[in-house]
């Protein structure tokens, strides 16, 4: 069932320091008699108290200890100033060191995986869904975080990591990985030349707000700008997601987009109380399929608009492998991204061409309207951190990254660095390059793999006016739901066969589909469709709904 989800203060006052209060209250002693004195029994037991305060503060007082970290990427630029800046600012409390160990990211994978399994002692890793951390936890190499999540001794992780979040990244049962990403969906976009439309006479101000706009801007670039293909496609994406299949406003009926891999995706429906897959079809399925659906087959209208719109691009879309770079240099009129792609774009277009605006369309309505609870948040995240089960300083981990998250100061030493030195705040959710700085040799973290939460993220100020409150919109979680469907993996090993199979028939046409380059893409989907039944894709696809089922039934 789609579900919507939305400190304890304690006063202690001693005994003692109100007897010394009102000892203090009832002295007979006045200014002129109290040149000298001798202490009294409540000054007495209040020195007393402030030696044993003193006593215990020195006890609590950490006893030195080394992590041993291990991260993928390449070392940051000026990391070892940013080690130092933060065994200055904890050295009385924290009192940690690192060893951290950068591991490039094309060896990363090997080499977590070989360390772990030989049970070389580290007190940090990274790791993901897509590297090892599923077979790892498994194995038991991962720490139960259970006990320091939700926890008010850990405020930063209980903030950071709620709940409600929690719940859907657990592997193998228990929460091992702390999930790391900033915002809960990416809000889609295409990006264009305002000045041009604003030159055309397109949009609000050059705005375009719609279809109907954007089509009319591509058509103006098409017949005005010579040399300029309208829009840019890439060769493994094509129109991606301008066009949309299953969009989020069917969930209302419990119609969702499934996916055995290999870029097989179907329409799925569930009951009325979400309980069971009540039917699926693959685009260009045979109308029976499609019946409880409505009839109609959601792909149709994807495969046509491609074709359409196929005018626009270039000839040789399909090899092209980096469309970005023409939108950049003012050789193509828009290109389809999500929308953290835009400081980039902005800062390269108008480095090429000062006189250029980057222009934003939101093209999903609900996304471009910021409603509320449209869509789904997305709380699975792609990478993690993890604590092995064999580091002797659990403890002392968990106080790092509870450190680390408690506080925006905290957090932004690691994320962008040291403020005034590597950034400037630009109000409260956006930072800036000090003047001066060179980006080439300024701190450049990865974020991905140690500091990114919805929380606390800035956005750099590269980012437009318009399109920084979407950026900032897709980072807080009240403007979502959280779906029970989001916890759900599909385990496609028992019918590996199967999917590569289709996968293999699939690829023959998905990227001229893609690209609109097909004559008449639903008959050719329709055909391909059938050739992938008589292969037998419905056995995974049963599979799915087998597994699916029984998640559902056991949420």
Not at 481 to 501: A, H, W
Request: contains cysteine; glycine residues 6%; negative net charge.
């Amino acid at each position: 069932m789609l579900k919507k989800r939305k400190k304890i203060i304690s006063l202690a006052i001693a005994a003692a320091m109100l007897v010394g209060t009102l000892s203090g209250c009832s002295s007979t002693g006045t200014e002129n008699n109290n040149l000298e004195s001798t202490p009294t029994a409540a000054s007495e037991q209040q020195q007393q108290q402030q030696d044993t305060s003193a006593e215990t503060e020195a006890a609590v007082v950490r006893e030195p200890v080394t992590l041993k970290v291990l991260m993928n990427g390449d070392k940051p630029n000026d990391w070892d100033r940013i080690l130092e800046e933060f065994y200055t600012r904890t050295k009385d409390t924290l009192n940690i060191t690192f060893d951290w160990i950068w591991v490039p990211t094309a060896d990363y994978k090997d080499k977590l995986n070989v360390k772990m399994t030989a049970g070389e002692q580290y007190d940090l890793v990274f790791d993901a869904p897509w590297m090892h951390l599923r077979t790892l936890s498994a194995d038991g190499i991962y720490a139960d975080l259970s006990p320091y999540l939700n926890n008010d001794a850990y405020p930063g992780l209980k903030d950071c990591f709620p709940e409600d979040i929690m719940k859907y990244n657990k592997y193998s049962g228990i929460n091992c990985a702390l999930p790391l990403f900033f915002s809960y969906t990416g809000i889609n976009i295409v990006m264009y030349r305002m000045d041009w439309a604003k030159e055309f006479g397109i949009g609000t101000e050059g705005q375009i707000t719609n279809y109907e706009e954007l089509r009319a801007y591509l058509q103006a670039v098409k017949d005005n700008k010579s040399g300029v293909t309208p829009i840019a496609l890439k060769d493994n994406r094509g129109f991606y997601h301008l066009f949309e299949a299953i969009t989020n406003d069917l969930a209302k009926d419990n119609i969702y987009t499934g996916n055995l891999g290999q870029d097989i995706f179907f329409a799925y429906k569930l009951n009325e109380e979400e309980t069971e897959v009540v039917a699926t079809a693959l685009p260009g399925d045979p109308e029976e399929y499609w019946e409880p659906f409505g009839g109609v087959d959601y792909w149709q209208q994807k495969l046509e608009n491609q074709r359409e719109w196929n005018i626009f691009c270039e000839t040789d879309s399909l090899n092209q492998s980096d469309p970005g770079s023409l939108f950049q240099i003012g050789k193509a009129g828009a290109y389809i991204d999500t929308i953290d792609a835009v400081p980039k774009f902005n800062r390269l277009l108008t480095g090429n061409a000062p006189e250029a605006e980057l222009g934003v369309f939101v093209h999903e309505e609900a996304a471009r309207n910021m409603e509320k609870g449209a869509y789904s948040a997305a709380v699975n995240s792609s990478n993690c951190l993890a604590i092995p089960a064999n580091s002797p300083n659990i403890e002392r981990t968990v106080e790092f990254l509870n450190w680390l998250f408690e506080s925006p100061e905290n957090h932004d030493l690691f994320e962008y660095g040291i403020e005034g030195v590597h950034w400037e705040a630009d109000g409260d959710k956006q930072y800036t390059t000090p003047e001066g700085v060179d980006a080439a040799t300024n701190y450049n973290p990865n974020g991905w793999n140690l500091t990114w939460t919805p929380k606390y993220y800035r956005f750099s100020s590269d980012y437009t006016e318009y399109s920084v409150a979407y950026a900032v919109y897709s980072t807080e979680l009240e403007n979502f739901y959280i779906s029970d469907l989001k916890g759900f993996t599909f385990q496609s090993d028992s019918v590996k066969t199967e999917i590569t199979q289709n996968g293999a028939i699939l690829g023959e046409v998905l990227a001229p589909t893609h690209h609109g380059i097909l004559e008449n893409p639903y008959q050719v989907m329709q055909a391909t469709t059938a050739k992938m039944r008589e292969s037998n894709v419905q056995v995974a696809i049963d599979e799915w709904v087998r597994q699916m089922n029984e998640f559902l039934q056991n949420k």
